[in-house]
């Protein structure tokens, strides 16, 4: 056999692949009325915001130490809460735990309500209701820590062992006595782990919560985007970027620790 024969040479089909990917692009340009002229006319710019960008203010760090504290502080109490209220409504929301589809899919369906409300909406309401501040923020991540984490735990609760179940149903055992003894145990590393993961999300989503005014760091950011003072939003991001790296490698290295 030669080595020609052995080769397959697909270029037609990677040509109309690329010629797929083009159409879609001109026709999404099409239809959202975009220019690239205009794109690359704004060259100009771009160029002017780089040079602005790149030269940051590193004097402006001691003013946002606080801030970047009090989003912190806004992660760790707006995703204990979530958590602490995601913990027994995700129990709720399995047939293994009530053995009532009725219930479960009421608290499931509950539960995709607060999953498919945007963050920035979700906090643009709560600034509404509550005014603007770091409440409102703490109430936005427990609300978005509730809607994602409750998910993770009911799907963890499906798949336990049942063996422990049984055994504390042959023994008369009620439905929460169950829930404590035979289903928590098997499932507190992976709660714990839930934990974290929620704590890292809720970080990066809480500095851009400023925008809609519900407090932290993320204020900071908006206003001096406002004013065109690019050489602090440099370093704003830069604090950002240092802090949210060091929260991922601090998660990261719990869970490894619980899996």
């Known amino acids: 056999m030669k080595i020609s024969e052995t080769l397959h040479f697909d270029w037609y089909k990677n040509l109309f692949v690329v010629l797929v990917l083009v159409a879609c692009v001109v026709a999404s340009a099409t239809v959202t009325d975009a220019d690239f002229a205009e794109v690359i006319q704004g060259g100009p710019q771009v160029t002017a915001f780089l040079e602005r960008f790149m030269q940051p203010d590193f004097s402006y760090i001691p003013t946002l130490i606080d801030p970047m504290i009090r989003t912190i502080k806004m992660s760790v109490l707006g995703t204990v809460i979530g958590f602490a209220v ?38 643009a309401l709560t600034v509404a209701i509550v005014g603007i ?6 109430i936005t991540i427990a609300v978005f820590t509730l809607g994602v984490v409750s998910q993770l735990i009911f799907e963890t609760i499906e798949t336990v062992d049942e063996g422990p179940i049984e055994s504390a149903e042959a023994v008369g055992a009620t ?13 507190m ?36 985007l406002g004013l065109l003072r690019y050489d602090r939003v440099s370093v704003i991001i830069l604090m950002i970027f240092v802090v949210v790296a060091v929260v991922d490698f601090l998660s990261e290295a719990v869970r490894r620790r619980l899996a």
């Not at 501040?133 to 703490?138: L, Q, R, T």
């Not at 890292?200 to 760091?217: C, F, K, P």
């Open 189 to 224: 590393s992976q709660l714990a782990s839930y934990l974290f993961y929620a704590f890292e999300i809720n970080v990066r989503a809480s500095t851009v919560l400023g925008y809609v005014g519900a407090g932290g760091i993320g204020v900071i950011l908006n206003s001096s």
């Open 133 to 138: 501040g770091e409440f409102s923020g703490v």
């Open 175 to 187: 439905r929460v006595q169950i829930a404590f003894w035979s289903i928590a145990p098997q499932v």
């Open 86 to 123: 995601a913990v027994p409504l995700a129990f709720l929301a399995t047939t293994v735990v009530t053995h009532n589809q009725v219930v479960t899919a009421i608290f499931r369906f509950i539960l995709d309500v607060v999953r498919t409300i945007p963050n920035l909406l979700l906090a």
